[in-house]
T-cell receptor, first 111, second 114 residues
Framework: GENVEQHPSTLSVQEGDSAVIKCTYSDSASNYFPWYKQELGKGPQLIIDIRSNVGEKKDQRIAVTLNKTAKHFSLHITETQPEDSAVYFCAASRDTDKLIFGTGTRLQVFP | KAGVTQTPRYLIKTRGQQVTLSCSPISGHRSVSWYQQTPGQGLQFLFEYFSETQRNKGNFPGRFSGRQFSNSRSEMNVSTLELGDSALYLC?????????????FGSGTRLTVV
């Protein structure tokens, strides 16, 4: 069945360093890849998304890259700050079909 | 612009009871999806409603059901509650506009079954 694998499950970085989270999807028909940030007691918040007709997208300190051939996509956060600490989820979907989520990455940014 | 509103935020129910959760999507969004979030299984899709019709359904037992009203508000119901139904239930409001689409989640309803 459809599956999204996410690594690592936990990630600790020093403030100012970069953080990279990687996901692999199984459904080759997937064409929408959002990333969500979830803070304690809150629902997932969309931070960036990419569609299959684009290889890379950037928004300030956040970027996402997509390799359709390898079915990989990654989240890159540069110049990390303590407020970036949260759980991050990747997801994949085929058009407007349901989102298939990865298992999450707990990011801790130490001052 | 108001976000996705889920009520109640917290619920404690006893095994065997039933529960109804509510979701009001962003104004203008016609689709509502429901997800269950647990530490063991992560985020799993329950079902999606669009224009009062169920468009898609996940792999959950028939005890889980939902509906959508003409104003796009949605409810989900869980009957004969089991301890394993304890979870954060998330509602996502979504739009489609000329090939562009996206999902916005509410803060969820934390259900505890005792």
């Amino acid at each position: 069945g459809e599956n999204v694998e996410q690594h690592p499950s936990t990630l600790s970085v020093q403030e100012g360093d970069s953080a990279v989270i990687k996901c692999t999807y199984s459904d080759s028909a997937s064409n929408y890849f959002p990333w969500y940030k979830q803070e304690l007691g809150k629902g997932p918040q969309l931070i960036i998304d990419i569609r299959s007709n684009v290889g890379e997208k950037k928004d300030q300190r956040i970027a996402v890259t997509l390799n359709k051939t390898a079915k990989h996509f990654s989240l890159h956060i540069t110049e990390t700050q303590p407020e970036d600490s949260a759980v991050y989820f990747c997801a994949a979907s085929r058009d407007t079909d349901k989102l298939i989520f990865g298992t999450g990455t707990r990011l801790q940014v130490f001052p | 612009k108001a976000g996705v509103t889920q009520t109640p935020r917290y619920l404690i129910k006893t095994r065997g009871q039933q529960v109804t959760l509510s979701c009001s999507p962003i104004s203008g969004h016609r689709s509502v999806s429901w997800y269950q979030q647990t530490p063991g299984q992560g985020l799993q899709f329950l079902f999606e409603y669009f224009s009062e019709t169920q468009r898609n359904k996940g792999n959950f037992p028939g005890r889980f059901s939902g509906r959508q009203f003409s104003n796009s508000r949605s409810e989900m119901n869980v009957s004969t509650l089991e301890l394993g139904d304890s979870a954060l239930y998330l509602c996502a409001s979504s739009f489609w506009d000329r090939g562009d689409y996206g999902y916005t989640f509410g803060s969820g309803t934390r259900l505890t079954v005792v």
